[in-house]
């Protein structure tokens, strides 16, 4: 099975890759107070609710798109990949460790990063949601345009709540739907 519809693969690059480069960056920010640099702060129950009722509601808005416009709504590929594995390894996978490593990487120590550089909130948050976008070359130019928009809805909730616990959240929700 070629490796980038091989399931197996696939859950396991990204759950071993979590597990590596999550301690690197906490390491990496050099910090006695990491969880702050990284924004991963408790947030309210209702706050996550609402950014949660964001995403569904971006999701739907997405999926019409692309019954209206004509690219599949889950790609091929994933298609492909995602029924070569079983479902709890899959979904550890997406919808657990890329979440993970991926809100604290882009809208915790890149956002962070930029900000303590005296980038704005607003210009760390369209690098951040473009270099996770780009990073999705497998994807065709719509899906790498709506990646983008959500990477900034992704930044707005955590300037918003200034914490990545929202952002996983959505992320991880995004993921599942």
């Known amino acids: 099975q070629h490796a980038a519809t091989n399931g197996v693969a696939l859950a396991a690059a ?3 890759s979590t597990l590596v ?12 107070d990491a969880a702050r640099f990284l924004c991963l702060r408790a947030t309210s129950a209702k706050s996550i609710a609402l950014w949660c ?10 999926d019409f798109g692309s019954f209206a416009f ?22 550890l996978a997406v919808v657990v460790a890329a979440p993970l490593f991926e809100e604290i990487l882009f809208r ?8 303590a550089r005296g980038v704005s909130a607003a210009a760390g948050g369209v690098v951040s949601a473009a270099h996770w976008a780009v990073m ?3 994807y065709d130019f719509y ?10 809805l992704l930044a707005a909730a955590r300037v918003k709540t200034g914490s990545v616990v929202p952002c996983f959240v959505m992320h991880a929700l995004g993921n599942a739907i």
């Not at 480069?21 to 006695?32: F, G, K, Q, T």
């Not at 590929?77 to 594995?85: E, N, T």
């Not at 079983?86 to 979904?91: A, G, Q, T």
């Not at 915790?108 to 900000?115: I, Q, R, T, W």
Request: charged share 5%; with cysteine.
């Open 136 to 138: 999705r070359a497998q």
């Open 108 to 115: 915790g120590f890149l956002m962070s990063a930029l900000e």
């Open 53 to 62: 009722s964001i995403v569904v509601a971006f999701v739907a808005v997405q």
């Open 21 to 32: 480069c999550v301690p690197l960056i906490w390491a990496l920010v050099r910090s006695n």
């Open 14 to 16: 990204t759950l071993s």
């Open 143 to 152: 899906n790498i345009v709506a990646i983008f928009l959500v990477g900034l």
């Open 70 to 91: 004509g690219p599949p709504v889950v790609a091929d590929f994933m298609v492909k990949a995602y029924s070569s594995a079983p479902p709890i390894l899959i979904v």
